[in-house]
T-cell receptor
Framework: GAGVSQSPSNKVTEKGKDVELRCDPI?????LYWYRQSLGQGLEFLIY????????KSGLPSDRFSAERTGGSVSTLTIQRTQQEDSAVYLC?????????????FGPGTRLTVL | QQQVKQSPQSLIVQKGGISIINCAYE??????FPWYQQFPGKGPALLIA?????SEKKEGRFTISFNKSAKQFSLHIMDSQPGDSATYFC????????????FGTGTRLTIIP
């Protein structure tokens, strides 16, 4: 079946503009994660959605970052008033929940460049 | 306490050799330790994972060794091939893997002919 998809694949924006990044998880996966991969860095956790529970927002770097998940499926990560340090690859992952050792399946990412 | 430390940052191995990447963690609540492989322009993909109740797991040419007392784990790639050239990330998670992954900083592996 289809894997995790993300759009756009690339986004170039000017400093100060708002951007929206989209993630379509694997059908039936109730858990959805956003991570950020900066140049030469590892993957940094941003936010986690699981079913109807309140999201874990502990990784969001500032209040300019927000995310929502509509209908338990598609998720949108919004960055307001983008800064140059926001330039990174934003990765989305989804997984099943309720079984142990669930694999997180990653999308191809959205490369964000803030000029 | 959430950190996962990974070394080396880069590694060059001759074809047919053994590639070894090491990771160490601090948080004793971690109970799931996956390794992800990432090719340029792609998202990470799970390669192999281990639970803390076993000391070693082998899948084909890939082996994870796990030392719970030392809080260390490593990836061994036997008979390394040029197609193994990629970036490898170790990671850790709590709650049987049903929580966020904490990643190491990655190792860029290059296999030379």
């Amino acid at each position: 079946g289809a894997g995790v998809s993300q759009s756009p694949s690339n986004k170039v924006t000017e400093k100060g503009k708002d951007v929206e990044l989209r993630c379509d998880p694997i059908s039936g996966h109730t858990a959805l994660y956003w991570y950020r991969q900066s140049l030469g860095q590892g993957l940094e956790f941003l936010i986690y959605f699981q079913g109807n529970s309140a999201p874990d927002k502990s990784g969001l770097p500032s209040d300019r970052f927000s995310a929502e998940r509509t209908g338990g499926s598609v998720s949108t990560l919004t960055i307001q008033r983008t800064q140059q340090e926001d330039s990174a690859v934003y990765l989305c992952a989804s997984s099943l929940v309720g079984r142990i050792y669930n694999e997180q399946f990653f999308g191809p990412g959205t490369r964000l460049t803030v000029l | 306490q959430q950190q996962v430390k990974q070394s080396p940052q880069s590694l060059i191995v001759q074809k047919g050799g053994i590639s070894i990447i090491n990771c160490a963690y601090e948080n004793t609540a971690f109970d799931y330790f996956p390794w992800y492989q990432q090719f340029p322009g792609k998202g990470p993909a799970l390669l192999i994972a281990i639970r803390p109740d076993v000391s070693e797991k082998k899948e084909g040419r890939f082996t994870i060794s796990f030392n719970k007392s030392a809080k260390q784990f490593s990836l061994h790639i036997m008979d390394s091939q040029p197609g193994d050239s990629a970036t490898y990330f170790c990671a850790a998670s709590a709650n049987f893997g049903n929580e966020k992954l904490t990643f190491g900083t990655g190792t860029r592996l290059t296999i030379i002919p």
